[in-house]
Structures are given as structure tokens and as C-alpha cells.
């Protein structure tokens, strides 16, 4: 599989993604936390979403021969590095990106305030993203 394969792949797992959180976001905050089924999907979906586009940002890095990333973080300020994403993306991907942590790794201390602010209001930044990343493949 080629690298630009991989990016076509990611690029289209991240859309997935993407229109399964949109069916979630006629609900309110409340009817998702009341609902354990609809929270854990949302926390799932929203978790896949986020590392899609790590991933994704991930196999540019590969595609356009630059320096390895120590942490996932790291891959959207070398693509903002390389002129391929500008700062307040980059900055917002890596915000993407502390929150995909909390979802992984601190899920006891999930704010369900923030999830539903990412879920109505931040996938907007994936969907940047996606656009920066589809006019340099």
C-alpha cells in the first residue's frame, strides 16, 4: 500500500467517524449522560474520531519524509513546522489531542461539559484539518 494510499484510507476513517458523531449531536448534553449507551458511544466515537486524525496527521508525516514525532501531540506542530498547517489549527489539533488522553487514560474524570462542547462544537477543527491535509495529497 502506498503512503498516499494510507492517507486516502485515514482521511475516509475520519469521515466515518465524523457522520456517526453528527447523529449524536441532536441530543442535548443531559440525554446523552442520562443515557450510558448513547454516553459510551459518544466517548468511543469521539475517541476514534480524534485518533483517525492523529493517524492521519501521523502518515503525512511519513508521506512527506519528515522528523519522527516523540508524542502524538508533536505530529501537528511538525506538519505547522513543514508550512502544511497553520498555528490556530495546530493549536487546536493539539488540544484535540490532550482530550482524546482524557478519554483513554483519565475517563473517571471526563468533564461531560467538554465532551459535549467538543461533540456540538470542536469536530469542526477535525474537518479543517481534513481540508488542509486533502489539498497537499
Do not use: C, W
Amino acid at each position: 500500500m502506498t503512503n498516499l494510499t494510507v492517507i486516502e484510507n485515514k482521511i475516509s476513517s475520519v469521515h466515518k467517524y465524523l457522520a456517526i458523531l453528527e447523529k449524536y449531536k441532536t441530543y442535548s448534553q443531559k440525554e446523552i449522560i442520562d443515557n450510558i449507551d448513547r454516553r459510551g458511544a459518544v466517548e468511543r466515537y469521539l475517541y476514534l474520531a480524534i485518533q483517525s486524525t492523529i493517524d492521519l496527521a501521523e502518515a503525512v508525516i511519513v508521506f512527506k519524509n519528515l522528523r519522527k514525532p516523540s508524542t502524538m501531540s508533536e505530529s501537528f506542530h511538525i506538519l505547522h513546522e513543514a508550512g502544511i498547517v497553520p498555528v490556530d489549527l495546530t493549536d487546536q489539533m493539539v488540544r484535540m489531542t490532550g482530550f482524546r488522553n482524557i478519554i483513554a487514560h483519565d475517563y473517571e474524570k471526563l468533564n461531560y461539559d467538554i465532551m459535549h462542547d467538543v461533540l456540538q462544537n470542536r469536530l469542526e477543527n477535525i474537518e479543517n484539518f481534513l481540508e488542509v491535509i486533502k489539498k497537499i495529497s
